[in-house]
């Protein structure tokens, strides 16, 4: 891959950022070293090569972004593309971590591109966060965990309530203040 290939790659590509550690640092200090892990929305891979390094898991990295894919396996993990947990068994993941799109973005004033896609959460921020939490039940084994990483800009007891009726309970594991907004790690379990 040639240095212009390589820019556009990482433009294309959420990089790692203060949501990335905090939510990695958070699954590797719960997780068992077992475990067949999910991480959704992988972007660079950053999150998942932290919790196959900090742990004996086998990570899957997955992401709607094929230049996400291609960065991730560039850093030598095992990745799919795939749309939120759409292609995956029923009860195969013992964990599952995603550190999803959640600014609340205005749809005027959206452009269509993949940072788009990384970053905007539509109206309230949310509009990747429900239909996760819709889904994701689906591919965790019985006594599977969730690290899901939220902002207060998002409106974290809005999605603990839509955790809810999904059938989680919730509980937060970490959080991170910033001048405009509190970063946290929600662990749900079924």
């Given at each position: 891959?040639?240095?212009?290939?390589?820019?556009?790659?990482?433009?294309?590509?959420?990089?790692?950022?203060?949501?990335?550690?905090?939510?990695?640092?958070?699954?590797?200090?719960?997780?068992?070293?077992?475990?067949?892990?999910?991480?959704?929305?992988?972007?660079?891979?950053?999150?998942?090569?932290?919790?196959?390094?900090?742990?004996?898991?086998?990570?899957?990295a997955?992401?709607?972004n094929?230049?996400?894919?291609?960065?991730?396996r560039?850093?030598?993990?095992?990745?799919?593309?795939?749309?939120?947990?759409?292609?995956?068994?029923?009860?195969?993941?013992?964990?599952?971590?995603?550190?999803?799109?959640?600014?609340?973005?205005?749809?005027?004033a959206?452009?269509?591109?993949?940072?788009?896609?990384?970053?905007?959460?539509?109206?309230?921020?949310?509009?990747?966060?429900?239909?996760?939490?819709?889904?994701?039940?689906?591919?965790?084994?019985?006594?599977?965990?969730v690290?899901?990483?939220?902002?207060?800009?998002t409106?974290?007891?809005?999605?603990?309530?839509?955790?809810?009726?999904?059938?989680?309970?919730?509980?937060?594991?970490?959080?991170?203040?910033?001048?405009?907004?509190?970063?946290?790690?929600?662990?749900?379990?079924?």
């Open positions: 891959m040639d240095l212009a290939d390589r820019r556009g790659l990482e433009t294309d590509v959420y990089q790692p950022a203060e949501d990335s550690r905090l939510l990695a640092e958070a699954a590797v200090d719960r997780l068992d070293d077992d475990a067949l892990v999910l991480e959704v929305g992988t972007g660079s891979g950053y999150v998942a090569e932290r919790i196959a390094a900090g742990t004996d898991a086998r990570v899957i997955s992401d709607l094929p230049h996400a894919c291609e960065q991730a560039e850093r030598g993990l095992e990745a799919v593309r795939a749309d939120l947990v759409s292609p995956f068994a029923d009860g195969a993941f013992d964990a599952v971590a995603f550190n999803p799109p959640y600014l609340p973005t205005d749809p005027d959206e452009w269509d591109d993949w940072m788009e896609r990384a970053l905007s959460g539509g109206a309230d921020g949310r509009a990747v966060i429900d239909p996760f939490l819709d889904a994701v039940g689906r591919v965790l084994a019985p006594d599977g965990v690290f899901l990483l939220v902002s207060s800009l409106g974290v007891d809005d999605v603990v309530e839509r955790a809810g009726e999904a059938g989680f309970g919730a509980v937060a594991v970490a959080d991170e203040s910033f001048p405009f907004e509190t970063l946290t790690v929600l662990e749900l379990v079924r």
